[in-house]
């Protein structure tokens, strides 16, 4: 029985020239596949393809049971060089080499043109350079949290090393002694636009020591110093290992060989068949070609969810706020994150909870959990890129995990990590503060305000949005048992406790929460004001004025925004007018997600929608309210006007 996980210290020369007889072949797939598909990237999948091989033979991983538990974790960063991740994954046992090259870049294939977790032995869905390094630590330190022994590897390229987001990766790793965690780098000097040293000038081996790395420089197409070079990583327990692979783009072929052209450039099907003569194979394109053409490809396209396991959390008693604690909703968010942290820390069937922090754990009021778990806290300081992917790469291994930033920071600024989260179907708990003009004097630059704008776009995130403590006591208690990517988000201020119209918190010890819901706090039939989070009790000040004008105005509490209530929100319509009112750009909120659910249910009402409108500045939030027309007065003359016209 072939041993796995690098038992062994070197190789016979018999695996040796077994691995180059792969080698061989999995580069006339690569070849194949892309000529087929016409499109792709064959000299970068030929420049990694050895270290593939080496990888997927010899690290502990099962190709008849890819999902193991305490399987090795194999990050590939450069994701276009799929083709020689699908050709080493087939060569070694994985799926039949066939699948891949009838399927790749073909509408209902897995085999997609970066690699995705759809496909058996990839871990991560790559594409957007320079986050595999971030991915290769949520998978390390999921094997610290959860106590199972497995090494992790990162494949990454040369240019890709420019990306700033892996600087921050290498000092999280230090930090946190991912001495599990080995990264090999294809060092073939090329990339898209020439040279690297022309295109961005870089010394990567200089980068990883003084981050504290140990580094090792090997030929990447040697197989006795891949392997002993990674044998030597594995066992090593000084320090996270960097392997820099001296590597030839389209290596194999003589004239594709230290061209940057095939970077991302097919043959045409005469360089293929001089390449394949080259490669001493068989030209078989014809043969595929027919294939790949009556094939039929499964639209099946789910990620497997084979690691995932089911969350049990202990929630506990909810807390209820009464009128004598005003609070902001940031630090019900933390209390109730604390308590979870009690209620779990020493209960051996709860899942494990973790927290990521970029340098702000007291303003998003995640030290309380810390002040529980220290050892479940990551402070991964100023490095929100990096959090927000080891986080979500983390959260798919069975462990609830939450990230909690600024808005500006967890939603504007990682936009794209999150898009990756999502493409990855994570299960990541984000809980963004400091929304909107509520942060205040801080100004335009710290005021987000395209958080549902900007998250209604991916499509396994919910989006919700507290109104007083009670509610957020309830939601992250929710969020923290149900399995799911979620944002939360909420603002800067303290909040009033809202109440019903009997005096009591609407949001009590009885209210349960349920995603989707629209919560009718006012009654009234002339209009509806449809609003959500820091708004809410505005919106119930401006029903009070109303009233006492003869007027009758309904308030509905919408904290699932992207997901509405189609019932209430028929009944909001009988009113004849609705009002929407956010701190969120005017533009793209909840009032653009209710005028599109109006049309699209065949609903008629007047809409008005309130909100941001330009960039806010300096000053207290009930200032900045005032000077884009968000103030309760503003407020109450719109509702009369739009009950005028009706």
């Not at 064959?42 to 190709?63: E, N, Q």
């Not at 820099?244 to 003589?254: P, R």
Request: hydrophobic share 35%.
């Amino acid at each position: 029985m072939m041993q796995r996980g690098f038992k062994l210290k070197k190789l016979d020369n018999a695996d040796v020239n077994n691995l180059n007889d792969l080698s061989r072949h999995a580069r006339g797939d690569i070849l194949t596949m892309t000529t087929l598909a016409r499109s792709g990237h064959p000299g970068g999948s030929m420049s990694s393809v050895d270290i593939y091989l080496t990888l997927y033979k010899y690290a502990s991983v099962f190709p008849d049971n890819p999902y193991h538990p305490a399987r090795d974790r194999i990050v590939i960063s450069h994701g276009h060089t799929s083709p020689g991740v699908y050709a080493a994954l087939a060569r070694t046992g994985f799926f039949n080499v066939n699948e891949p090259i009838e399927g790749f870049r073909k509408a209902g294939s897995i085999f997609e043109g970066h690699v995705e977790r759809s496909v058996p032995g990839v871990e991560w869905g790559t594409g957007n350079l320079g986050q595999g390094l971030s991915a290769g630590c949520g998978f390390a330190l999921a094997s610290k949290l959860k106590k199972i022994k497995y090494h992790t590897y990162v494949v990454m390229g040369d240019g890709e090393q420019q990306k700033g987001q892996i600087g921050e990766a290498r000092r999280f790793a230090v930090k946190y002694r991912l001495h599990n965690l080995t990264v090999l780098i294809d060092c073939n000097c090329l990339q898209i636009s020439g040279p690297t040293r022309d295109v961005m000038p870089q010394n990567i081996k200089d980068n990883f020591i003084s981050d504290g790395w140990d580094v090792v420089e090997i030929d990447g197409h040697d197989f006795h110093q891949i392997y002993e070079s990674l044998y030597s990583a594995t066992h090593n327990m000084n320090a996270p290992v960097a392997i820099i692979a001296k590597t030839v783009m389209g290596k194999g072929i003589s004239f594709m060989e230290n061209l940057e052209k095939y970077h991302g450039s097919v043959l045409n099907t005469d360089q293929y068949n001089a390449a394949m003569k080259e490669l001493s194979l068989t030209c078989n394109l014809d043969t595929f070609e027919r294939k790949r053409k009556t094939s039929v490809m499964d639209p099946h396209q789910n990620v497997n969810h084979e690691n995932e396991t089911d969350v049990n959390i202990i929630t506990g008693e909810p807390v209820c706020y009464g009128k004598d604690k005003m609070i902001d909703n940031r630090s019900a968010f933390g209390n109730a994150l604390k308590n979870l942290a009690e209620l779990n820390k020493n209960n051996e069937s709860s899942t494990p909870i973790a927290v990521f922090d970029c340098d702000l754990a007291s303003s998003v009021k995640t030290n309380g959990f810390q002040s529980v778990q220290a050892d479940n806290f990551f402070e991964v300081g100023i490095q929100e890129h990096n959090a927000a992917t080891i986080a979500g790469t983390l959260s798919i291994e069975g462990i609830v995990t939450f990230f909690a930033d600024f808005g500006v920071f967890g939603v504007c600024e990682t936009y794209n990590q999150h898009r990756l989260n999502d493409i990855n179907c994570t299960n990541l708990k984000l809980v963004c503060t400091h929304l909107g003009l509520d942060v205040g004097e801080d100004g335009k630059t710290h005021q987000c305000i395209d958080y549902i704008g900007l998250f209604q776009n991916l499509f396994t995130f919910k989006i919700l949005m507290p109104a007083d403590p009670n509610q957020t006591d309830k939601i992250i208690r929710y969020i923290s048992s149900t399995q799911g990517n979620f944002f939360i988000g909420m603002g800067r201020s303290k909040l009033p406790v809202i109440f019903d119209e009997g005096g009591k918190p609407f949001f009590g010890k009885n209210y349960e929460f349920r995603y989707g819901k629209i919560d009718i706090i006012r009654h009234g039939s002339d209009a509806v004001i449809m609003s959500y989070g820091t708004m809410l009790h505005r919106a119930i000040q401006a029903s009070e004025v109303l009233k006492q004008k003869g007027i009758n105005v309904g308030v509905f509490n919408v904290a699932s925004p992207v997901n509405l209530d189609t019932k209430a929100l028929s009944d909001a319509a009988q009113s004849g007018a609705i009002i929407t009112y956010e701190d969120h750009s005017v533009h793209t909120g909840l009032g653009s997600i209710v005028a599109n659910k109006l049309l699209s249910k065949n609903l008629f009402a007047r809409l008005r929608k309130l909100g941001v409108n330009n960039y806010g500045q300096s000053g207290t939030p009930d200032a900045l309210f005032k000077a884009n027309g968000l103030d309760v007065e503003s407020l109450v003359n719109a509702v009369q006007e739009e009950i005028s016209n009706k």
